[in-house]
């Protein structure tokens, strides 16, 4: 009687779960890089487009900043509120202003593609999804970037005091909080495709609201009590009062807590949101 001898089989080993994250995070890394440079490469080729967002902060600077500081500039409630420099109230809130306004309308941009199938063309490339929405909301952190940088260099023969370390933080928190509004546009600009007047409907009807309401121009401490609540609930109040905080040397505030609290928040809302939309994008 013959015996059969079998030779163990050794156990084949899955791979190793611990190096998968690392390749989707490079992947994803990869990707995002790919749609950042092809996002930023009409901006390189116009560079007067990062010039001609300069023309509303220099307005609001020349126009209602001479207004702040005769209205409110030498009274004892402005110099309360205002402290003793009223451009240094005054300048964040334009930096804060450029940031929501320029990443809240980048929707439209998107809207664009979609209308002319480049979009369409974007998502049958080898590419995650979720990178065409980081891709995108990071490349428009980077003319408004510049743009902040340029706003606070024109201001500095004018009495505006930088303080270097506050400033960098400052412009770091601007891209945290202007990243998040950005994908909340995206996934707007996404979910109106079939009907992109609503877009600015709803844009126009939730920026300015907000704007109002942040103190970004006018101190609340002066307004009504019920605008006073209502700002307690606004998240661009407390980005706004952090930059204050920031710019003027004070990093380790209460309100720069607050307001990272509040641009991560904003941040991680937007992501969310605006990657579940753009995953779900299928026309």
């Known amino acids: 009687m013959s015996t059969?001898?079998?030779?163990?089989?050794?156990?084949?080993?899955?791979?190793?779960?611990?190096?998968?994250?690392?390749?989707?995070?490079?992947?994803?890394?990869?990707?995002?890089?790919?749609?950042?440079?092809?996002?930023?490469?009409?901006?390189?080729?116009?560079?007067?487009?990062?010039?001609?967002?300069?023309?509303?902060?220099?307005?609001?600077?020349?126009?209602?900043?001479?207004?702040?500081?005769?209205?409110?500039?030498?009274?004892?409630?402005?110099?309360?509120?205002?402290?003793?420099?009223?451009?240094?109230?005054?300048?964040?809130?334009?930096?804060?202003?450029?940031?929501?306004?320029?990443?809240?309308?980048?929707?439209?941009?998107?809207?664009?593609?979609?209308?002319?199938?480049?979009?369409?063309?974007?998502?049958?490339?080898?590419?995650?999804?979720?990178?065409?929405?980081?891709?995108?909301?990071?490349k428009e952190m980077v003319p408004i970037l510049a743009q902040s940088v340029v706003v606070v260099l024109v201001m500095l023969p004018f009495g505006f005091e930088l303080h270097p370390a506050g400033a960098v933080l400052g412009l770091v928190l601007l891209a945290v909080f202007g990243v998040g509004i950005g994908s909340l546009s995206y996934a707007l600009a996404l979910a109106v495709r079939k009907q992109d007047w609503m877009f600015w409907v709803v844009q126009q009807t939730l920026v300015f609201p907000l704007m109002i309401l942040s103190g970004m121009l006018l101190p609340l401490e002066t307004g009504p009590r019920w605008m006073q609540v209502a700002s307690d609930v606004n998240p661009l109040r407390y980005v706004v009062d952090a930059e204050r905080a920031l710019f003027a040397g004070d990093l380790t505030a209460s309100t720069v807590a607050w307001g990272w609290v509040a641009a991560v928040v904003t941040a991680a809302v937007g992501l969310a949101v605006g990657i579940r939309t753009m995953v779900r994008t299928t026309d």
Do not use: K
């Open 4 to 138: 059969v001898t079998t030779t163990p089989t050794t156990p084949r080993t899955a791979p190793s779960r611990a190096h998968a994250p690392r390749r989707g995070l490079a992947s994803f890394a990869r990707d995002t890089g790919i749609v950042l440079v092809r996002e930023l490469r009409p901006v390189l080729h116009d560079p007067f487009s990062v010039l001609f967002g300069l023309v509303q902060p220099i307005v609001f600077l020349a126009l209602f900043g001479p207004l702040l500081v005769g209205s409110l500039g030498g009274t004892t409630t402005g110099q309360e509120v205002l402290g003793g420099n009223v451009w240094q109230w005054f300048v964040p809130s334009i930096l804060v202003m450029t940031t929501l306004f320029g990443t809240s309308t980048t929707g439209a941009n998107l809207l664009v593609e979609l209308q002319t199938g480049a979009h369409e063309r974007m998502l049958v490339a080898p590419l995650s999804r979720a990178s065409l929405l980081v891709g995108r909301a990071l």
